[in-house]
């Protein structure tokens, strides 16, 4: 866990989803504007992602990361006879060097990152207005525009998003769970329906972060890549 920007994200999302929320249940309750905004933002952010991907230039942080993880995977199938070895050691964990103000700056399996927190409560809190809003999962946003434009890598940032899109999750359903009514209609979660989102994501996150050691970051980001201008490409299309 990357535990200052965790704290970060959180201290921005959670004031934008209380706002959020009362944007939508008491102007706007047809989303279809905002499913134009979140898509155009999600198609620059995935087409961000999928040139970094495939194209030659990268930061000199994320190639040493890329390197390091294919020779170890591949020492490892080596020593161990097998397709599949991880490629991340036991000691690829995060260690913060230093926190202020203005950048905060830390140690991720020898290689070093850093990014400014202004930036990212700026973001997190208007990505905690849309989801508060929408209802789109805060780290669908966060965690490619971390990759994409601040350049950490997807494994030292993958705990604080979900941890952030967590809190977002807890705070949206309390706020919807207010009986308000707008216009006729209620704010009340469908609860059997949220279960069941609860229950897919759940064990889809549990695997995801089990294998995550075993994926190259370029596949995890270009397979975020293609997802993100998918749904980017739909909002889009449904707006018309």
Known sequence: MAWPLTWIIIAGTLPGVFL???????????PKAFKLFVGCVLLYIGLRLLKETIGKTKPAGTKALE???????????????????????????VKTISISFKKIE??????KFS?????????SFLVGIIGGA???????????????????????????TLMGTFMTSVAGSFFYSIPIVTSGVSSMPDWPLGILFGIGGFIGMYLGARFQKF?????IKLMLGIVIVFLAIKYILQYF
């Open 20 to 30: 959020g929320f009362y944007i939508r249940v008491l102007y706007l309750p047809d």
């Open 67 to 93: 390197a390091k993880f294919m020779a170890r995977a591949k020492k490892a199938r080596e020593q161990q006879r097998t397709r599949l070895a991880a490629g991340l050691p036991p000691e690829a964990v």
């Open 106 to 111: 830390y140690e991720f399996w020898g290689e």
């Open 115 to 123: 990014f400014k927190p202004l930036v990212v409560f700026v973001l």
């Open 134 to 160: 929408y209802g789109i999962g805060g780290g669908a946003i966060i965690a490619p525009f971390c990759i994409s434009v601040l350049h950490l890598p997807a494994y030292s940032i993958a705990g604080a």
């Open 215 to 219: 994926v190259p970051q370029r596949f």
